[in-house]
């Protein structure tokens, strides 16, 4: 068994964010001052490579007086789970649905993927906590068995389980006597109703199990490898962080981590309380309100890759526009940034000089081939899937560890789709001109191949030049300035576009506003003048805080169009690590009060239900059953001395033109306080 030494007061937190492009890694010391920071190429087809990378990187980073051995506290945020929801990367798992009739399987859209067999079984309750009809085990049983092989995990759904959780519970431990397969019991995600939703965030927790515990086991390796000590802590979609053990059985909280880690790391860094966060990075720029210094939450869960969770998460705005944004043509000749991600051209060459020699050559033909600027590779320590057939068969079989230009792998449309859902799924990656190029060759970013980033945009400039038929081809600074321009844009519409979507019913919408509202904003955002006669303006309210590598490109002159006060502030390129490690543990618990007879007055408390004559003492009784279950959590996710904040919201129902009585009360109950950091020892 493991348990946690006294903390001191001079240690270490590391704290580590993988992102689309880079993997960050910052030292904190005792949680208050960064102190370190490295970066390490994201590596997809294994995390645990790139995070090793950046911590061995930040480790050798040290000032004089510190050692490895004063990392008391490791956090990290992790864009796994978000990523394998959207791009449905799932371990085939069992769902167990009890009670649930044909509708409420429709609404739940757990048939869209083959990846899990569902299991409908007799049973469930009512909305007052009474059985409906006795669960047969029988069936379930023989279920188990015929699919337990199959899968590598179960999930398990019961009609109103949230109201009585004795079906789901005593499914759980008839899978366990019959299976050695993990079980994610839907209850213990959301206390609140709607039992389809509930059932699909229990599928998609189960079948990321697996993944999340292959990063946290080969996290650990890296960990122990590089004798540090330390609690692992995951950040949640809200922010807040959780022992590494509990996220092993609850990974669907992990989904938006690298979002609300900026949102954390930005108030930390900046010391504001009220601001609105624009991230930026390699794959996609993230946009979030801060009130009071506490992200705005979804109340309606997660929204991933079509998939309504009932995860508590930040509320955030992404778009697909980041740094390395692959730059295109449409057929129009129109330029497009993103919405999909590629390799720096810049960053391929620096890689891989051959690439540079091959771009060089192509710079003196008089008719470039199609997608002259595109290259394509495997990526490293990749087998085909078993599953692998058809058109992405044969561009993986034509694809090598080197790169080679896709003109040279792909020859039509069906091939190019291919080559993007190998890339999607992490099996191979697509280099092509980017942002992050046309800031090299105009010499305001450093580090890659600047000859490389040149060549890129004039080959492209010439493929513009000839599908649109024009006499002149761009110069590159001109090329690629229209390329900033295209970011600073679009960056500065999702930043306004947040902040209208923060007050309900003004969010701008195209045509939503009329004519005259749509050119206003389009004039803001491309900083154009609205009118020489007469003035019409409108901008950001509040501070807006920039992060993320790329942002010092960018975001002064957005800021300036939308008359925002800007802070970038120091170690903005890490920020996300170190919102991994500046969070809080915060659980919390709902119990529910009603009246399913009037005059009784029952507490749906998880430990069993319980009836009162009055709402006073059932009240009374939830906000201690609440607040015992948030506290029980919160020390069980990591929490040092945690303090609880307990709200009641009622509903109330009229009896006429003076009377009311109280319908239903849920007391929330949160728990909060900061990790518990010390050294690790191998005890017993």
């Known amino acids: ?34 102190i370190a920071s490295a970066k390490a190429l994201t590596t997809h087809w294994d995390l645990a490579v790139g995070l090793g990378n950046a911590i061995r990187s930040v480790l050798g980073s040290l000032p004089a007086g510190c050692d490895r051995s004063d990392v008391q506290l490791v956090s990290v945020s992790t864009t796994l789970a978000t990523n394998a ?6 371990s085939p798992v069992a769902t167990v649905l009890i009670g649930f009739d044909e509708p409420m399987l429709a609404r739940s859209g757990l048939r869209r993927s083959a990846a899990s067999p569902i299991l409908q079984v007799r049973g469930g309750h009512d909305a007052g906590g009474e059985e409906l009809q006795a669960l047969d085990e029988t069936g379930l049983a023989a279920a188990i068995r015929e699919c337990a092989e199959r899968v590598e995990g179960f999930a398990v759904a019961g009609c109103f389980s949230v109201r009585n959780p004795g079906h789901e519970e005593r499914a759980r431990a008839l899978i366990r006597a019959l299976s050695n397969k993990p079980v994610t019991c839907a209850h213990e995600l959301s206390s ?8 699909l ?30 609690p692992l802590m995951i950040v949640k979609g809200d922010g807040s962080l959780m022992k590494a053990e509990v996220a092993l059985e609850y990974p669907v909280e992990t989904i938006l981590s690298g979002p609300a880690a900026s949102v954390v790391g930005a108030g930390f860094l900046t010391g504001l309380g009220d601001f609105l966060v624009s991230d930026m990075g390699g794959t ?17 869960g997660a929204l991933i890759g079509g998939w309504r969770t009932m995860v508590e998460a930040v509320d955030v705005r992404t778009i697909g526009l980041g740094g390395d944004s692959q730059v295109t043509l449409d057929r129009n000749a129109r330029l497009q940034v993103g919405p999909r991600k590629a390799m720096p051209l810049s960053l391929l060459a620096l890689q891989v000089p051959a690439v540079l020699a091959e771009l060089r050559t192509l710079a003196t033909l008089q008719h470039l081939p199609d997608y002259a600027t595109q290259f394509a590779f495997r990526n490293p320590g990749r087998e085909a899937p078993a599953h692998l057939a058809g058109a992405e068969l044969r561009v993986w079989q034509a694809l090598t560890s080197t790169p080679r230009r896709v003109a040279q792998l792909v020859h039509s449309s069906p091939g190019r789709d291919a080559l993007r859902r190998l890339a999607d799924a992490g099996l191979a990656t697509i280099a092509a001109f980017t942002p992050s190029d046309a800031m090299h060759a105009l010499g305001q970013q450093q580090g890659w191949s600047r000859e490389a980033a040149e060549l890129g945009a004039s080959l492209l400039a010439t493929e513009e030049r000839n599908t649109r038929g024009a006499r002149e081809t761009a110069s590159t600074p001109e090329f690629c300035r229209r390329i900033i321009e295209h970011v600073i844009r679009e960056s500065a519409r999702v930043v306004l576009a947040t902040a209208l979507a923060h007050d309900p019913g003004i969010e701008a919408r195209s045509g939503s506003w009329g004519l005259l509202g749509d050119r206003l904003t389009e004039d803001i955002v491309s900083g154009r003048r609205f009118s020489t006669l007469a003035r019409a303006d409108f901008g950001l309210a509040t501070p807006l805080v920039a992060i993320g590598a790329p942002v010092a490109g960018y975001y002064p002159e957005v800021a300036q169009r939308l008359g925002a006060t800007l802070a970038i502030p120091e170690h903005a390129a890490v920020c996300n690590a170190v919102g991994a490690v500046a969070g809080v543990v915060s659980q919390s618990a709902e119990v529910v009060v009603n009246q399913p007879t009037f005059g009784v007055f029952r507490v749906h408390d998880p430990a069993g239900s319980r009836d009162f004559e009055a709402p006073e003492p059932a009240i009374e009784h939830a906000r201690a059953a609440a607040g015992e279950l948030a506290l029980a959590a919160a020390r069980r996710a990591g929490a040092a001395d945690p303090q609880v904040e307990i709200s009641v919201r009622e509903q109330r129902a ?17 728990a909060s306080g900061r990790p518990f950091a010390g050294h690790l020892h191998a005890k017993g």
């Open 201 to 230: 965030t229990a599928t998609l927790n189960a079948r990321l199990t697996p993944q999340i515990r292959h990063l946290i086991d080969a996290l650990a390796a890296v960990l122990e490898a590089e004798l540090i000590d330390a």
């Open 284 to 300: 996609t720029t993230d946009c979030a309100v801060v009130t009071g210094g506490r992200p705005a939450i979804n109340d309606e």
């Open 192 to 199: 609140k109703l709607d039992a389809p939703r509930r059932a």
């Open 654 to 670: 009229s009896m006429g033109s003076d009377l009311d009585y109280l319908a239903e009360a849920l007391v929330r109950a949160t």
């Open 85 to 90: 929801v959207v791009e449905s990367r799932f």
């Open 1 to 34: 068994m493991k348990q946690v030494q006294e903390k001191s007061g001079n240690g270490l937190w590391l704290g580590l964010d993988t992102g689309g492009t880079y993997t960050d890694a910052v030292l904190l010391r005792d949680g208050r001052v960064v």
